[in-house]
């Protein structure tokens, strides 16, 4: 930028000494980064089906003691709940929409802030939609793919304006307003079985989500669960083979087992210490990525 241009021809503009020196202040501040940005608030973007939207009721133990360093940006509005779309709020579940459940994303956060610095702050943002495809989240085809979605899903999506990967990006920039972004975590795949493009298809919305963001090509990590182990007789676990191979499609990656994670009678669905089990590994996953030595519980 050619500054005494501008500057010429803001003195020119503003015939006073007060007025021009806070014009070119205001034209300083609109070139600068946001001051207010918190290094040391870390953000997650989590996004998903059922199991990221959180199936299982949230029990007494999930909703007291949880630390106010823990925040979640509400991604729609919840009056019965006193939170508005766009603000911070204490991580009190339920973290995706108003009436959902409890999530990996619940005791991922808990469990970071156990090994986390005192002056770390974290935040989660949790969009996810029971029972969709991976499709939802492409930004090209999922007008499309919603012509075919069963009419129960379209009043969850209707929550989003229509749109759940749009107002991810909208809550992931609001976000950065305040911190930054250091991982998304996925937990989807039991609408795509065995859908050999899968990988090609997270990759797709991975990549858009950064280059939305702002954010450089394969900058963040991204953290994907498996569907409920065969071990716990998952009627989707065949799923977890094609997950396995996600690292080798988008570099980043990194699958978090499921492996002895109890579930719901569906055998679709974590219970409520499943959930609490695969946050942790999760966060466990996260702590080593980010230089921690960890010793997981299980």
Known sequence: MNWPSVFDKATDLVPNRVGTMMFLAGLL??????LAQDPNFHVYLCLGQ?????NARFEPQDTV?????FQVLEAVDCPDLGRTKGNWYTAIPPLCRCKTGLTPADYFGRTLLTYLPPTTRVGVIDVAVGG???????????????????????????????????????MGKRAQRDGVIKGILLHQGESNPNDS?????????YDNLLADLGLPPNSVPLLAGETVNADQGGICAGMNRIIATLPQTVPTAHVISSAGCTDSADN????????RK???RYAYQMLTLLGYTVKAED
């Open 29 to 34: 501040l609109l070139t600068l980064p946001a």
């Open 50 to 54: 059922s199991n990221m939207e959180g």
């Open 65 to 69: 003691g949880v630390d106010p360093r």
């Open 132 to 170: 969709c495809k991976i499709e939802l989240f492409d930004k090209d085809v999922y007008q499309s793919y919603l012509t075919t979605a069963p009419g129960w899903m379209l009043g969850m999506v209707k929550a989003y304006d229509g749109n759940p990967y749009a107002r991810l990006v909208e």
């Open 197 to 205: 493009l899968w990988t090609k298809k997270v990759k797709k919305v």
């Open 268 to 275: 679709l669905h974590f219970d409520a210490a499943g959930y």
């Open 278 to 280: 695969l946050g942790k």
